[in-house]
Nanobody, 118 residues
């Protein structure tokens, strides 16, 4: 049974940092491309970062230079280090997975809330 469990969200002031974690189970984690999505109130879910099994990364323009995605295959965990946070980063953050060349999964975990506010 596939599980993706996000954690690490919270309330942070503008300019602050947070590190999100997503623990995966029920999959051969190392072969999957992993990604972080976010969904702000009233907006569509958007992909903000992804990392391949070979650790090739990709970022949305809105987070380039501020967010860093990484993975630890031994722990079946993907991380999102978020620095220089802005109010517009406020959203529920979700991780997701796909096989190389495949589509992102229809399965979503519960997400973790990030709120950037003074």
């Amino acid at each position: 049974q596939v599980q993706l469990v996000e954690s690490g969200g919270g309330l942070v002031q503008p300019g602050g940092s947070l590190r999100l974690s997503c623990a995966a189970s029920g999959i051969i984690f190392s072969i999957y491309v992993m990604g972080w999505y976010r969904q702000a109130p009233g907006k569509q879910r958007e992909l903000v970062a992804s990392i391949t099994s070979g650790r090739i990364t990709n970022y949305a323009d809105s987070v380039k230079g501020r967010f860093t995605i990484s993975r630890d295959n031994a722990k079946n965990t993907v991380y999102l280090q978020m620095n220089s946070l802005k109010p517009e980063d406020t959203a529920v953050y979700y991780c997701n997975k796909r096989r190389p060349g495949g589509r992102w999964s229809d399965y979503w975990g519960q997400g973790t809330q990030v709120t950037v506010s003074s």
